[in-house]
T-cell receptor
Framework: ETGVTQSPTHLIKTRGQQVTLRCSSQSGHNTVSWYQQALGQGPQFIFQYYREEENGRGNFPPRFSGLQFPNYSSELNVNALELDDSALYLC?????????????FGNGTRLTVT | GNSVTQMEGPVTLSEEAFLTINCTYTATGYPSLFWYVQYPGEGLQLLLKATKADDKGSNKGFEATYRKETTSFHLEKGSVQVSDSAVYFCALSERGGSNYKLTFGKGTLLTVNP
């Protein structure tokens, strides 16, 4: 069973730039969620994708967008980066429709915006 | 909205000491409750969960009981080990779109000394 993998592991960008983060879901999982974890804080829900469509969104501006592909992998895109976007971005996969289907997290991408 | 409040750390214990990390929640409806653990440099791993009032979740010597009357889900372990050193997050599930998203507390850093 292949777990959730994220790339890259670390990334440094400049304010105003754009970034794309990638996630491969665990085999057999059809739903991908993205979370932002600022230093010293708990993860915050950004959005979730199922059947290649956004399926729920947290309190994040539209410059945070995503994609899900037919193989269930996903991308998180952030435009016009701000210093406060510096955080660990976590991807989690799960099975749609199963109550409390456990979220399986990747190790995250550490984004630093300078 | 829903929220989770957990005991602020850091918590430092000696090996074999008793551990309690407090967690209380605010929610509409009947959420499920979780404890996740994050080891250094890694993503989150599900430690245990409880889906209804009076349920007890347990795993690896850790336990937590879903107390609806006090809206609490405190984490306990009778004898901690050095390998338990990590950040612990309390979380609740709420429906987001047609699946569930998690609301996390801020996390509690536990350090266990030999």
């Amino acid at each position: 069973e292949t777990g959730v993998t994220q790339s890259p592991t670390h990334l440094i960008k400049t304010r105003g730039q754009q970034v794309t983060l990638r996630c491969s879901s665990q085999s057999g999982h059809n739903t991908v969620s993205w979370y932002q974890q600022a230093l010293g804080q708990g993860p915050q829900f950004i959005f979730q994708y199922y059947r290649e469509e956004e399926n729920g969104r947290g309190n994040f501006p539209p410059r945070f967008s995503g994609l899900q592909f037919p193989n269930y992998s996903s991308e998180l895109n952030v435009n016009a980066l701000e210093l406060d976007d510096s955080a660990l971005y976590l991807c989690a996969s799960s099975l749609q429709g199963i109550r409390d289907s456990p979220l399986h997290f990747g190790n995250g991408t550490r984004l630093t915006v300078t | 909205g829903n929220s989770v409040t957990q005991m602020e750390g850091p918590v430092t214990l000696s090996e074999e000491a008793f551990l309690t990390i407090n967690c209380t929640y605010t929610a509409t409806g009947y959420p499920s409750l979780f404890w996740y653990v994050q080891y250094p440099g890694e993503g989150l791993q599900l430690l245990l969960k409880a889906t209804k009032a009076d349920d007890k979740g347990s795993n690896k010597g850790f336990e937590a009981t879903y107390r609806k009357e006090t809206t609490s889900f405190h984490l306990e372990k009778g004898s901690v080990q050095v390998s338990d050193s990590a950040v612990y997050f309390c979380a609740l599930s709420e429906r987001g779109g047609s699946n569930y998203k998690l609301t996390f507390g801020k996390g509690t850093l536990l350090t266990v000394n030999p």
